[in-house]
């Protein structure tokens, strides 16, 4: 009511103001908009990163009123030379596009647009533009999370204020606030923005805006090229384009996606992302890609790339139509341009089922990159990253510094048995670095940065080592003990590090009952769109090697809306009416027998051991990082759950082991297609 109210007097004021005119007389026209001068797009300002050669880079933008022409000036400002690109109009669209030579990394450049015919004649000027290489950082809300969230974000401003980040350039802003931000130096961003028109002034730098995975991963590859002592490091442009809340079906066009992916979304807003946060950057040069998302897919079927089905088929198509569509220009961004994703924590489960089979989704289904359907990608494995303070009970029991209540603190304290201080070290944290949304935004993005930042120094800047963890090759499976084989050229100059860890936390896990084996269970109703399903006739089916009919529905714990829109006379995707639909009566899950078993050094380099001496049965499957709290040790109340602590990792890289599942057959491991595991 309030919001018809409010849009009532709106349309009064405004048609009061129609019929007095600008100037407030009855009759008056009002006056026109100023005339429009050339204009760079958005995507473009002073200060820029520009992708260096071998590529050739474009500026864009729009003529002004009345031009009919546009001249482009690039001028070298240490030397004085300049030159005149070639400079294409679209007469229909009033929109400009002029190809640079291609320039090797460095230089300071002033980039001038001129119109010819314009009514206002201001030129447009980008000034101090450099060319290095420029990544594009795109995803929901744990690529959005902004430095402000993160523990590290006090230690990169030192490290900047050093001069150790120079080389590092971004569109500083948040990318929840508009497409295209001001571009800056590192050091500029640590400024702290003058104060607005409303509101007290900010006292967080520019930086503290932006994403924190996108600029921990241009951190570290400074980091990694500085290190490698290669000559100078190359100018690294940073562009974030995260949205909170978004599926994978939003970045990419409809068509596309319709015409190779079966089990996915049909929503009004699939696309919506494509055409306001890819389309506006895709003549811009660009050197790789960051993805980081995931989490509103977990309510879909995550399905498999072999049969063209879920998340495991979205993601390559996404990688494809990206590279396809950057590179429609010859010369510009790399056909195969780089790409990096991280690979969920369970944190970023938004309550969906089956957070092991989207780890292997997101691969294409293969369980590590690159692979066949995903060349020239990278990862960064998040699942031993959560929060290490992500549970929120101290703050609901009113224990913290801001919402402190001595009795209400008191009593919840004694009630779970926990000590009067119990809560101290988790406040002090939040007041040292608050939280956004509890442990599903996880403020440890620095390693998830570091990882991202390694794997591409070794991927797309030829550096020496491993690019991934520990991927599973094969196992042999001899009475009471399985060995378990790692890709050796992949550990490249890496070892296994077995880290202790108490089973109960194990990610290591077996199946003895063959039948009971699934990838990815799915709940249905067997009475086809019942709201609700009447208790006792819902059923766990296996998914795996099927198109879920229409009618299915996925089983999921969410309780809130994640964007999520039926395909017209079906309710089968709506996830968030799950329990309703179930009737509050949910079936045991049959495929739920895995035990946990405890992980140690294998007999030779590249393995694994696991004693199986207390399993019943024979072993049939094995799966690892499929389920669990990413081998946490702590309750993230009155004690941290530790990052970085399951038992398979690779050293010197710090690599966690890639999650994997396989049947084991004749005593030798057999992955689930396209997946292979049989050395």
Not at 218 to 244: F, H, Y
Request: net charge negative; glycine share 12%.
């Amino acid at each position: 009511i309030m919001r018809l109210a409010v849009a009532i007097v709106a349309g009064l004021i405004g048609c009061g103001a129609a019929a007095a005119g600008s100037n407030g007389l009855a009759g008056t026209p009002p006056t026109p908009p100023p005339p429009m001068p050339v204009m760079f797009s958005g995507a473009f300002g002073s200060y820029m990163v520009l992708q260096r050669a071998p590529a050739t880079s474009a500026v864009y933008g729009t003529v002004g009123t009345g031009g009919t022409g546009v001249a482009v000036t690039v001028t070298d400002t240490a030397s004085g030379t300049s030159y005149n690109p070639t400079v294409t109009i679209n007469s229909a669209t009033g929109e400009w596009k002029a190809m640079l030579t291609a320039h090797d990394m460095g230089g300071d450049f002033t980039i001038t647009a001129k119109c010819t015919g314009c009514t206002n004649t201001t030129d447009a000027v980008i000034e101090h533009a450099t060319f290095g290489d420029v990544w594009y950082c795109a995803g929901q809300s744990n690529m959005w999370l902004p430095l402000h969230y993160t523990f590290h974000r006090n230690y990169t401003v030192a490290n900047i204020t050093m001069g150790n980040y120079d080389n590092i350039r971004l569109q500083a802003g948040n990318s929840q606030s508009g497409t295209f931000h001001p571009w800056m130096t590192a050091k500029q961003a640590t400024t702290v923005p003058p104060p607005g028109p409303k509101g007290p002034p900010s006292t967080d730098p520019y930086l503290f805006g932006f994403s924190g995975a996108c600029w921990y991963f241009a951190e570290t590859l400074t980091n990694e090229l500085k290190a490698a002592g290669n000559g100078p490091v190359v100018p690294i442009g940073l562009i974030s384009t995260a949205i909170g809340g978004s599926m994978i079906e939003e970045w990419m066009p409809n068509a596309t996606r319709q015409a190779a992916c079966k089990d996915t979304s049909e929503a009004a807003h699939d696309q919506m992302l494509w055409d306001e946060k890819v389309v506006p950057f895709l003549n811009m040069t660009v050197k790789g890609f960051l993805w980081y998302q995931g989490e509103n897919n977990m309510g879909k079927l995550k399905g498999n790339s072999d049969i063209s089905t879920g998340y495991a088929c979205q993601m390559p198509t996404l990688v494809k139509v990206w590279r396809e569509s950057w590179s429609a220009v010859p010369g510009t961004t790399d056909p195969m341009a780089p790409f990096g994703l991280v690979v969920l924590p369970d944190s970023g489960s938004e309550g969906g089922p089956n957070m092991g089979a989207m780890r292997i989704a997101q691969t294409a289904s293969y369980g590590s990159l690159p692979n066949p359907d995903m060349p020239n990608t990278f990862l960064a494995q998040a699942y031993d990253l959560n929060d290490p303070w992500g549970n929120k009970q101290c703050y609901e029991m009113k224990c913290c510094w801001n919402n402190y209540n001595e009795s209400a603190c008191t009593a919840s304290l004694e009630k779970m048995g926990y000590p009067a201080n119990g809560c101290e070290e988790y406040c002090s944290i939040l007041h040292g670095t608050n939280v956004f949304m509890g442990g599903i935004h996880p403020r440890s993005k620095y390693p998830v940065g570091v990882r991202l930042g390694k794997a591409a120094a070794v991927t797309v800047y030829g550096g020496a080592g491993a690019a991934t963890g520990a991927t599973l090759s094969g196992c042999s499976l001899s009475g009471t003990t399985l060995t378990v084989k790692f890709n050796q050229t992949l550990l490249s100059t890496d070892s296994i590090v077995v880290q202790p860890l108490n089973v109960t936390m194990s990610p290591f896990m077996v199946l003895t009952n063959a039948s009971a084996f699934c990838v990815e269970p799915v709940v249905t109703c067997l009475i086809p769109n019942a709201k609700p399903c009447p208790p006792g006739n819902s059923t766990y089916v296996c998914s795996d090697g099927k198109v879920m009919p229409p009618g299915y529905l996925v089983e999921s714990a969410h309780h809130h809306p994640i964007r999520v829109d039926p395909p017209a006379g079906s309710d089968a995707w709506i996830v968030d009416e799950t329990v309703e639909r179930l009737g509050g009566h949910g079936p045991p899950n049959p495929f739920d027998q895995w035990v946990q078993v405890p992980v140690g050094k294998g007999p030779t380099a590249g393995t694994v051991s696991v004693d199986l001496t207390g399993v019943n049965g024979t072993v049939v499957a094995i799966r690892y990082g499929f389920k669990g709290s990413g081998c946490c040790d702590g309750n993230g109340i009155t004690e941290p759950c530790k990052i970085e602590q399951c038992p398979i990792m690779s050293a010197p890289s710090g690599f966690p082991a890639n999650p994997f599942i396989a049947k084991i057959s004749g005593g030798k491991c057999q992955c689930v297609a396209p997946a292979v595991c049989d050395e």
